[in-house]
């Protein structure tokens, strides 16, 4: 499926950040572009469903839609015990 690649590259995106922060991630924010090939529901649709199969269950996501820009991006990461940082 189409999408199905993107979220195994999130997934390992995540991991390798968890791994080098030494902390566990608490939140993450991804960032949609109106006009790209995905939209909100869309790409929570897929992420709900490939996150079962990850430790990333309980991780809390943010989407937002942006008017322009790239089509998927993760725009913040909050990691447990570290207060809000985004872009
Ligand atoms: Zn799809």
Request: with cysteine; charged share 30%; net charge negative.
């Amino acid at each position: 499926m189409h999408d199905i690649h993107i979220l195994k590259n999130i997934f390992k995106y995540l991991q390798e950040q968890e791994d080098q922060a030494c902390r566990k991630l608490k939140k993450v924010h991804f960032s949609i572009s109106e006009f790209g090939n995905f939209n909100q529901e869309h790409f929570l649709e897929h992420y709900r469903h490939a996150v079962r199969a990850t430790r990333f269950q309980g991780l809390e996501i943010a989407v937002k839609t942006i008017p322009f820009g790239p089509e998927l991006e993760i725009t913040g990461l909050e990691f447990a015990g570290q207060t809000s940082k985004e872009e």
